[in-house]
């Protein structure tokens, strides 16, 4: 005979099951299909290869900015024009740098969602590098190296302190293909801070060496973000793409009733 905490606990998890059959229905159909992506410091727009190669398999239309690495100002109207561009609601999506990108131009009615990963998100006028101070220096760090105006990472920087977890013969393409920075870019500012209106998502790197985990921790508790944590390098996006290919499709399965204009 069933006593009464036998059948508590039936009626329980029979109750669960329609609302587990939502979670997982919700993340199997999205109700945004367009992704716009840029990318950060040492890279390139290909860096998003292995998840966009995933996202378009389900369906989605995904477009990887080629961040010019110049200013925040001429990133952030390189991803307007990309929002511009979409035939309806989309997820912006940046890793490391690009992070303040998102935040900038993540206000825009068109972006229905914000995935961060591994990413900066100082707050609206926030001095991103003294906020940065108040952790450890990471190690990547020591690797930049500049020619006149312009940086970049060192070859052992990049595979040790970047993508640490990749394959050597990958992180040494990457090497190659990495776009130089101009210096005057870590100085700017974000006028906006999108994440205070908008449904936010965040995957921290928990093996980072390029952006302190604590201090992504920090940024993404501070959001009220949706957070994973990756047993990752920096460049979880290569290493791990399955779980920010996961954390993407969740920000896509927002319901309409939870966006912020």
């Keep these: 005979m069933m006593n009464r905490r036998?059948?508590?606990?039936?009626?329980?998890?029979?109750a669960a099951v329609p609302l587990l059959n939502r979670i997982a229905s919700?993340?199997?159909?999205?109700?945004?299909?367009?992704?716009?992506?840029?990318?950060?410091?040492?890279?390139?727009?290909?860096?998003?290869?292995?998840?966009?190669?995933?996202?378009q398999q389900k369906g989605i239309s995904c477009t990887s900015v080629q961040n010019p690495l110049t200013s925040?100002?001429?990133?952030?109207?390189?991803?307007?024009?990309?929002?511009a561009a979409q035939p309806g609601p989309t997820v912006l999506v940046g890793h490391s740098f690009s992070g303040m990108i998102v935040s900038e131009v993540g206000v825009d009615p068109k972006v229905t969602a914000l995935v961060y990963v591994a990413a900066r998100a100082p707050d609206a006028g926030e001095d991103y590098t003294a906020l940065a101070k108040n952790y450890p220096t990471p190690p990547a760090s020591a690797g930049i190296v500049f020619n006149d105006d312009w940086g970049q990472l060192t070859e052992e920087a990049l595979l040790h302190d970047f993508a640490g977890d990749l394959p050597k013969e990958e992180a040494r393409v990457l090497y190659a293909v990495q776009q130089p920075f101009k210096k005057s870019l870590n100085t700017d500012k974000t006028?906006?801070?999108a994440w205070r209106t908008k449904p936010t998502f965040y995957a921290v790197s928990t093996q980072d060496r390029t952006i302190n985990p604590d201090l992504e921790r920090f940024m993404a508790k501070r959001m009220g973000a949706k957070t994973i944590e990756v047993k990752s390098s920096h460049l979880s996006l290569l290493s791990h793409p399955d779980a920010i290919t996961n954390l993407i499709l969740e920000a896509l399965?927002?319901?309409?009733?939870?966006r912020a204009n």
Excluded at 6 to 14: F, G, K, P
Excluded at 72 to 83: C, D, F
């Design 6 to 14: 036998t059948l508590i606990e039936a009626v329980a998890a029979s």
């Design 26 to 55: 919700a993340q199997t159909s999205p109700k945004t299909k367009n992704v716009v992506f840029v990318h950060g410091l040492f890279a390139d727009g290909s860096s998003w290869s292995k998840v966009i190669s995933r996202l």
């Design 72 to 83: 925040l100002h001429e990133a952030s109207e390189a991803m307007r024009r990309a929002i």
């Design 191 to 193: 006028t906006n801070a």
């Design 253 to 258: 399965a927002v319901e309409t009733s939870t």
